[in-house]
């Protein structure tokens, strides 16, 4: 499988068909949105990949990261993640 092979390029190939569908996107998102990312997850999925596919998207943006947390923060660091939405939805 020419993704298992070649991760970086697949994920630079994800990453530039996502920036191109945020250019195309006329509407944004006007509910308040959390952005939890791992900082040990695969470039795509870190903070500044997320931030740059979506803030054009959303007026209304907040991005955390969490730096020892892959693809899945809530079983990776549950009460900091816990802390975060307690966080987010007391101030929404």
Do not use: K, N
Not at 9 to 14: F, Y
Not at 17 to 41: C, F, H, I, N, Y
Not at 49 to 57: D, F, G, Y
Not at 71 to 81: G, K, N, T, W
Request: net charge positive; charged share 30%; aromatic share 4%.
């Amino acid at each position: 499988d020419l993704a298992i092979a070649r991760p970086g390029r697949s994920v630079r190939r994800l990453r530039r068909a996502a920036l191109e569908r945020t250019r195309r996107r006329s509407t944004r998102l006007e509910v308040p949105v959390l952005a939890l990312t791992g900082e040990a997850d695969m470039e795509l999925m870190r903070r500044a990949s997320v931030e740059q596919l979506w803030t054009p998207l959303c007026e209304r943006i907040e991005l955390a990261s969490i730096a020892d947390a892959g693809h899945y923060p809530m079983q990776e660091a549950p009460a900091l993640v816990a802390a975060l939405l307690g966080r987010f939805f007391a101030g929404h």
